[in-house]
């Protein structure tokens, strides 16, 4: 089993970049893909990014395709986001998770192990 926290959320300006974090804990941490999700208030979790096991390979929603960079360090068994010129409609709650499958999913389903998320509030 896979326990996740999130943390670096906080309140910033539009064009304000921010990086979230995810601890994981177990020692199996590079046996999962990770993603991260958002669920603006009011509206259904959306998925964000996705990096491999070892950290080859990335994948990202199209909304934040070029402002987002995720990452990951197996020996910390810590995966990153790293947000940059941030809009008001990057207000969400930003989960992490991690999935057993073999490939990069943007599937909700697809994931076995969520975080409780930590909040991200971007003011215009």
């Known amino acids: 089993q896979v326990q996740l926290v999130e943390s670096g959320g906080g309140l910033v300006q539009a064009g304000d970049s921010l990086r979230l974090s995810c601890a994981a804990s177990?020692?199996?941490?590079?046996?999962?893909?990770m993603g991260w999700f958002r669920q603006a208030p009011g509206k259904e979790h959306k998925f964000v990014a996705g990096i491999s096991r070892r950290g080859e390979y990335t994948y990202y929603a199209d909304l934040v395709k070029g402002r987002f960079t995720i990452s990951r360090d197996n020996a910390k068994n810590t995966v990153f986001l790293q947000m940059a010129s941030l809009k008001p409609e990057d207000t969400a709650v930003y989960l992490c998770a991690a999935s057993p499958r073999l490939a990069i999913t943007t599937l909700l389903g697809g994931y076995s192990y969520w975080g409780q998320g930590t909040q991200v509030t971007v003011s215009s």
């Open positions: 177990g020692r199996t941490f590079s046996s999962y893909i």
